[in-house]
């Protein structure tokens, strides 16, 4: 039977929180203070631990501290007063596993109890009728920076604090945020990846927050939204800096207090996510130029995962470049020559990981046989300002040629910004749709 240690000063809280979890089958042991619960996680052995903050002789960041020192596997929730924001995320910074508000939910307890304990739970310990555990994605790299970034993705996975992973275009935000989900609590539950900036600002509250039959015209049937598709599970808001300011209000809110209200509903109803985050601006510039509430960025931005860019693990891309291959459906047995490699390891990526995933594909396309060689790779040649343009055109290139690749440049960046909603990077790049796709066409993107 798993043990769970509840460690409040007022007995009153103390009797709650041990009859709610009594009945979820769990045993409990209460102290009154820090001295006890010390005294009692010598003696015990617990699956989780649930402090207040405040202690007649102590208080909870302190216990956190000496359970994250001592005993390091039990994940500690932390109860705070009611609209106590900053001890929440101070909690939560500090290494707590989850925060809850007073007065408690007990809907919200049980969930959060039900997650701690899946954390000693593998991912191989399922019911004999349940789907096999899914092979999870890989960061493939030995660098140092990559080893450093997969250490604190499994320390990440072990929390619900929200995380905001930061990096350029193409460094595998999205990749990241999927393998925190994949190896924490919330595994078997839902991870809903959201485009913020590919969303119409007009639809905005009802695609987070669902809404009610008849609540506007076209609304024939009642509709989940973001979070309640999330419940349980994680919501990947990407390019979150792309949100306006009103529905910043709206997010906040929807974090804090762990509720939304559908459009047109008159109640609101729980919502249990964790939030993961991540965009290619800065956002504390944004929170400067006042582009992003500092309120919201400071709920967003409890730890920090910043995802390495390709130029900062050079020695990367070979290990990167045979992944590709192998992993590509017509790479198998492919090879690149000597001379790419070495033209791959002096190019600078501008697009990451994803533009080496791009230029590789193409390169199969290209390659007739078993070797790809720097031809194949069709790596954009770097004009050097000090010399003249040859006359043939810019870069070597023709000028149409030199035109085209720009074009194609500007379109693909548009459409990855996207995710490849077509009327989205229209509007991004200022044409319109029509014209949008006549480009595609004659540059021969599908």
Do not use: W
């Amino acid at each position: 039977m798993s043990r769970v240690l509840i460690v409040d000063d007022e007995a009153d809280i103390r009797e709650l929180l041990g009859m709610t979890l009594g009945r979820m089958g769990l045993e409990c042991d209460c102290a009154a203070n820090e001295f006890e619960a010390v005294q009692l996680l010598q003696k015990n052995t617990y699956e989780l631990c649930l402090t207040d903050m405040r202690l007649p002789d102590g208080d909870g960041l302190h216990l956190l501290e000496h359970v994250n020192a001592q005993f390091g596997s039990i994940p500690v929730a932390v109860i705070t007063a009611y609209g106590s924001t900053e001890n929440a995320v101070a909690a939560l910074k500090a290494g707590a596993f989850d925060y809850l508000s007073k007065p408690v939910s007990l809907n919200q307890l049980r969930s959060l109890v039900r997650s701690a304990l899946k954390l000693s739970a593998p991912n191989s310990a399922r019911k004999s009728d349940e789907q096999p555990p899914v092979a999870l994605p890989v960061l493939v790299g030995d660098s140092a920076v990559m080893q450093q970034t997969r250490q604190m993705i499994e320390r990440l996975s072990r929390s619900q604090a929200p995380v905001h992973v930061s990096g350029e275009s193409g460094c595998g935000k999205e990749l990241a945020a999927r393998l925190i989900h994949m190896t924490g609590s919330r595994r078997d539950a839902p991870f809903v990846p959201v485009n913020c900036g590919a969303i119409p600002e007009n639809l905005m509250e009802s695609e987070f927050f669902g809404y009610r039959k008849g609540a506007f015209t076209g609304a024939e049937q009642d509709k989940e939204g973001f979070f309640q598709a999330a419940n349980g599970g994680t919501l990947f808001l990407d390019e979150v800096a792309d949100l306006p300011i009103q529905m910043q209000v709206k997010l906040l809110r929807a974090i804090q207090e762990k509720k939304v209200r559908k459009v047109g509903a008159t109640g609101e109803e729980n919502v249990d996510v964790r939030i993961i985050s991540a965009t290619h601006h800065h956002l504390g510039d944004a929170v400067r130029d006042g582009k992003f509430r500092q309120d919201l960025y400071y709920r967003l931005n409890v730890i920090e995962l910043r995802m390495p860019s390709l130029r900062e693990m050079p020695e990367d891309i070979g290990l990167l470049a045979r992944d590709i291959l192998r992993r590509n459906a017509g790479g198998e047995g492919v090879a690149l020559a000597p001379e790419a490699l070495d033209a791959l390891a002096a190019y600078s990526f501008p697009g990451n990981v994803r533009e080496l995933e791009n230029i590789l594909e193409r390169a199969l396309a290209l390659s007739a046989g078993k070797r790809i060689d720097v031809e194949a790779l069709q790596l954009p040649v770097p004009i050097r300002r000090s010399d003249a343009p040859p006359a043939a055109g810019l870069a070597g290139l023709p000028l149409q040629e030199h035109l085209d690749q720009v074009e194609k440049t500007a379109i693909l960046e548009a459409l990855d910004k996207t995710r490849f909603n077509r009327t989205a990077a229209a509007k991004l790049l200022g044409i319109t749709f029509r014209a949008l796709r006549y480009r595609m066409e004659r540059l021969g993107i599908n």
